[in-house]
């Protein structure tokens, strides 16, 4: 399963990232922005939101095509968040993905712009590529924008991400550390899976095992990153390691400690697999890509 696994993330990152340059609008926009906009976009990456639409189309035994457009989409916005998060007003990091961080090349008030242009680019490019496709409906085509601007929100994604922030050098508890995880990391991998789940026409029962799938493995690609964050090699992650430590934030090794954050990763993962199995969903690339998040080494 673990060379299936390879070759199907292979082949679905070549997938995507033959799309993404031709998502992004050129005429009209000043070249710097457009610049800036494709540098971190096109930067590489695990793909894994673009893939989880996917996959969960696949599960659901319909056309992965059908998805392609809100998967191109979510990357945008996952990308926006790498963009502002990057910031000196918010993790203040130099690399990504291997690379000088945007703000480096570009300048801070650019890559603002840039992170905005992405946001906003997201959710024309869904309303515009769903219109021209005769097998979506309009109403499934409001579905994914509101599941996505939820999730990618204030009530999503921004207040995760406000609340670490909140949290820097405060003594949290689990519970407040998991609200943090749940939504900066976790909402857009939950609207991954529920965006296919539209696009696949599931019933309600579906909608709700593969958003606890969906709650599981972004929990546990949290606490994943955390483990990383304290042991990882700082070459295969594209970015320092011990940079949590260095800013006092609270991370599930600082909570629970490293054996107790490992057996909280399996469990999550676990639970995750029984979310698909509850609604017949067997062997599946959701499944491997379950196991991916436990053996990933960035």
């Known amino acids: 399963m673990q060379k299936a696994l390879s070759d199907y993330l292979q082949e679905k990152i070549q997938l995507v990232e033959s799309n993404l340059p031709t998502s992004l609008e050129q005429a009209g926009v ?131 991400q406000m609340a670490d922030i909140e949290g820097e050098g405060q003594a949290l508890s689990l519970d407040q550390l998991e609200y943090i995880h749940l939504h900066k990391t976790g909402d857009l991998l939950v609207a991954a899976l529920r965006g296919g789940g539209y696009l696949a026409e599931a019933d309600e029962r579906q909608l709700e095992a593969l958003t606890r799938y969906g709650v599981c493995i972004g929990l546990a690609f949290q606490i994943q990153d955390d483990i990383l964050n304290v042991e990882g090699d700082a070459v295969l992650l594209g970015k320092a390691v011990g940079s949590d430590a260095n800013r006092n934030k609270a991370t599930y090794p600082a909570l629970l400690g490293m054996n107790a954050s490992r057996d909280k990763l399996h469990s999550l993962v676990a639970e995750a697999k029984q979310a698909l199995e509850s609604i017949d969903i067997h062997e599946s690339m959701l499944h491997a890509l379950a196991d991916y998040v436990i053996e990933r080494l960035h």
């Open 30 to 160: 000043p070249d710097k922005l457009f610049e800036s906009m494709s540098y971190s976009l096109l930067a590489g990456g695990k793909r894994l939101r673009p893939i989880l639409v996917l996959a969960t189309l696949e599960a659901l035994n319909q056309p992965i095509e059908r998805g392609l457009p809100y998967a191109l989409a979510l990357e945008m916005i996952h990308t926006y968040s790498l963009v502002h998060d990057d910031l000196p007003a918010m993790d203040d990091d130099d690399l990504r993905r291997g690379k000088p961080t945007n703000h480096k090349v570009y300048g801070e008030a650019t890559a603002i712009l840039a992170g905005d242009a992405l946001l906003t680019r997201a959710f024309s490019y869904i309303a515009e590529a769903y219109m021209q496709h005769p097998e979506v409906e309009a109403a499934t085509t409001v579905k994914l924008i509101a599941e996505l601007g939820r999730r990618a929100g204030a009530r999503g994604m921004v207040g995760g």
